[in-house]
């Protein structure tokens, strides 16, 4: 039967005047050229350019002025070159960090392909409300994606309900030095038992401290040799997991979560962060963390990532690791089965695999879990966000994609407790774009990357042509009942 789907009013769209202050830098010829022309203004025009700059600026952004000197202190080596020891007054430093800013609208291009989760605060709210974190990809300038959250409201008869968002957004501090001592990296890897004959080539080449970009260049530039043995080619993914394992950024506790968002930060994924799925985890002390698998793309090759937070201020971001951690579409159950954790993948491009591991963050056995059955999901077959679990089964949403490309989502059913069993799928679509959701960046294509159950209903979050994003509310007895009834 044709199950009934209910689209609902709330439209996420995007928005030009989301804006962050990013470091602007056009080389060191021209930002030389530019500082000794500052350095030679006479203080009292410093001082009324910066005061003007505050009144155009200061409301666009969360302490504008610590941007500027923070800007300022990544062109500092140029300054010392013209001021002979001098001191800078307040004033120059901040008008030269404003000439090194620039604005970056996040939205201008999508925002898209959302996740929903459950609010780690429920306070003051009626009986049969649920507040809850949604995640999307935004895309901007040069289409460059980054990590945005919105917060809603889903009241007692599951309406979507979005709540304003903040206007002074801003980038996360990065708490993790950069700066690796050789030392203690070799002391790590003793731990990991990487072989001295396969790390020590790799640290001869760096200096007694060095940065991610810097081991990451000599890594890869090895792993480019010819006639590397497994052995070799393990140890350089392991020294490289090692130096990107450890990247930890806060927000400021006086930010709304409509007001965060997570740039990429480091060169593997200087072209974008995609597709954010999010879950909330349940340890096995009973205690919840939320992880989320994303993308990060450097304009060449993806890299799998995991990021953790417990209360959406902090998170800690890895990279996966292993045989199979490769591709898109990473989403992980929302708790261990039979002791171990298990990841929805494709590896192929084209199926649905299955994994499961031991580690969290290395993931090196992999099986087909399904693969296209249906003309509207020939093409490839996708997850569509972390397995949710029912006293039925693991409902999995997926997605698939058929004639001109036409993504749809679909579900599928997996065993509670042998989740490598499909015990069903829908035959037809539960969801396809409609006719006024056909236009966009990506046309015909309805996407999303973790739904949500309230009042026992399924809440999807999901994408309209990687422009938008809105919601669809389905009944989840009506839904698992279809698919008991499509079991093979």
Same mark, same amino acid.
């Given at each position: ?17 989301? $804006? ?37 600026? =200061? ?5 504008? *002025? ?40 996040? !939205? ?5 392909? @959302? ?40 009241? /007692? ?42 790390? =020590? ?12 970009? &810097? ?43 409509? !007001? ?14 995609? /597709?954010? &799925?999010?879950?909330?985890?349940? #340890? /096995? ?33 890895? @990279? ?13 159950? @929302? ?14 491009? $084209? ?54 490309? #036409?993504?749809?989502?679909?579900? =599928?059913?997996?065993?509670?407790? /042998? ?15 409609? !006719? ?11 996407? *999303? ?31 698992? !009942? ?7």
């Amino acid at each position: 039967m044709k199950l009934p789907v209910k689209r609902k009013d709330a439209v996420i769209s995007p928005d030009n005047n989301r $804006v962050i202050a990013r470091f602007f830098f056009n080389g060191e010829e021209r930002a030389r050229l530019l500082i000794e022309k500052v350095i030679k203004l006479p203080e009292p025009e410093v001082e009324q350019q910066v005061l003007q700059i505050l009144r155009e600026f =200061s409301r666009r952004h969360r302490s504008i *002025t610590t941007i500027f000197e923070k800007h300022f202190n990544h062109v500092k080596h140029i300054v010392d070159e013209f001021v002979n020891g001098k001191p800078v007054s307040k004033w120059r430093k901040m008008l030269i960090g404003s000439f090194f800013t620039m604005e970056y609208a996040l !939205e201008s291009a999508a925002l898209f392909n @959302p996740s929903m989760v459950e609010d780690i605060d429920q306070s003051g709210l009626p009986r049969g409300y649920k507040r809850v974190i949604i995640s999307l990809r935004a895309t901007g300038e040069g289409h460059i994606s980054s990590l945005v959250f919105r917060r809603a409201v889903i009241d /007692d008869k599951n309406e979507i309900h979005l709540q304003e968002t903040g206007d002074q957004i801003g980038e996360a501090e990065l708490i993790r030095n950069h700066n690796y001592k050789k030392n203690d990296f070799i002391a790590s890897l003793n731990n990991m038992q990487i072989g001295k004959d396969d790390y =020590s080539p790799i640290l001869e080449q760096l200096p007694d401290e060095f940065t991610y970009d &810097r081991i990451r260049d000599v890594v890869k530039a090895n792993q480019n040799e010819s006639n590397l043995t497994l052995e070799k080619k393990k140890a350089l993914d392991e020294i490289l997991w090692l130096a990107d394992s450890h990247t930890d950024i806060r927000f400021s506790f006086d930010t709304d979560v409509s !007001e965060r968002v997570i740039f990429p930060i480091s060169k593997f994924e200087k072209n974008g962060i995609e /597709d954010a &799925r999010f879950t909330r985890f349940k #340890k /096995d002390n009973g205690d919840f963390v939320y992880y989320g698998t994303y993308t990060a793309y450097d304009g060449y090759t993806i890299l799998p990532k995991l990021i953790e937070t417990k209360d959406f201020y902090t998170f800690k971001i890895f @990279p996966l690791h292993g045989k199979y951690a490769i591709d898109k579409n990473l989403a992980l159950f @929302p708790r261990k089965v039979n002791g171990k954790y298990a990841m929805i993948s494709r590896i192929d491009g $084209v199926n649905n695999y299955i994994m499961f591991s031991s580690n969290l963050y290395k993931w090196s056995e992999a099986q087909v879990l399904s693969e296209p059955q249906y003309n509207w999901e020939l093409v490839q077959v996708g997850n569509g966000g972390s397995p949710i679990e029912t006293s039925k089964g693991w409902l999995l949403i997926t997605h698939g994609v058929g004639p001109v490309r #036409k993504y749809c989502l679909g579900a =599928s059913l997996l065993d509670l407790n /042998d989740p490598t069993k499909v015990i069903s799928s829908l035959k037809e679509p539960l969801l396809i774009p409609s !006719e006024d959701e056909r236009g966009g960046y990506v046309p015909n294509v309805v996407y *999303t990357c973790g739904s949500y159950v309230h009042n026992n209903e399924l809440i999807i979050p999901y994408a309209m042509s990687d422009y938008e994003s809105s919601f669809v509310t389905i009944n989840l007895d009506l839904l698992l !009942e279809e698919l008991l009834l499509n079991k093979e």
